[in-house]
């Protein structure tokens, strides 16, 4: 083939692309890989996440501790009955 009928060749298979959306395709293949590595920077660690159930622990053993000192739930009732007086 003579380089004419080449570039003639490759001219019309590069008018067929329809470039805009080549253009949109990479573009929101590019905000999804940053979206995902966003998300993936946004995902607690292993410390993150220990550190969080030990709070967690904390925090459910002193309100066991307290409700067995003194139970919170006997107070409810006075709070009731002399809200309606």
Same mark, same amino acid.
């Given at each position: 083939?003579?380089? #004419?009928? #080449?570039?003639? +060749?490759?001219? +019309?298979? #590069?008018?067929?692309?329809?470039?805009?959306?080549?253009?949109?395709?990479?573009?929101?293949?590019?905000?999804? !890989?940053? +979206? !995902?590595?966003?998300?993936?920077?946004? !995902?607690?660690?292993?410390?993150?996440?220990? +550190? !969080?159930?030990?709070?967690?622990?904390?925090?459910?053993?002193?309100? $066991?501790?307290?409700?067995?000192? $003194?139970?919170?739930?006997?107070?409810?009732?006075? #709070? $009731? $009955?002399?809200?309606?007086?």
């Amino acid at each position: 083939m003579d380089p #004419i009928t #080449i570039s003639a +060749a490759a001219g +019309a298979v #590069i008018d067929l692309v329809d470039w805009k959306k080549v253009v949109k395709g990479l573009a929101n293949d590019a905000v999804s !890989k940053r +979206a !995902k590595g966003l998300l993936e920077h946004l !995902k607690p660690d292993d410390r993150e996440r220990a +550190a !969080k159930r030990a709070v967690q622990l904390f925090v459910e053993e002193f309100l $066991t501790e307290l409700e067995d000192k $003194t139970p919170l739930a006997s107070a409810v009732p006075a #709070i $009731t $009955t002399n809200c309606r007086a």
